[in-house]
C-alpha cells in the first residue's frame, strides 16, 4: 500500500495503538487518514473529506510517510502518530 504511494483512508481510530498494525504501517511507510468520529455517516464523511482535501493534500506533501492523521467533521487535519 505505502509503496504504491497509496493513502489508507479510515474510520478505525485504533490501528495506531495495535502494534501488528503499527508495525504494519512502518514496514509498508503508509499515509494513514482517520476520521475523528468512528459515527459519522457516509454523507458526513464525504463532507469531510470535500472540506479537508486540501489539506491532506499539503500534509501528505509536508510528511514523510509513515504516518497517521486525523481528519475532523470540519476537515481539519493534524499529525496523531507519531508523535513529533
Do not use: H
Amino acid at each position: 500500500m505505502g509503496s504504491n504511494n497509496w493513502i489508507l483512508l479510515t474510520a478505525d481510530k485504533r490501528i495506531r495503538y495495535n502494534f501488528l498494525e503499527r508495525r504494519a504501517l512502518q514496514e509498508n511507510s503508509v499515509r494513514e487518514f482517520v476520521f475523528t468520529s468512528g459515527n459519522m455517516s457516509g454523507q458526513e464523511m464525504a463532507a469531510a473529506l470535500e472540506l479537508g482535501l486540501a489539506s491532506m493534500c499539503r500534509f501528505r506533501r509536508k510528511f514523510e510517510p509513515p504516518f497517521v492523521a486525523s481528519i475532523s467533521r470540519t476537515g481539519e487535519v493534524r499529525l496523531r502518530w507519531p508523535k513529533v
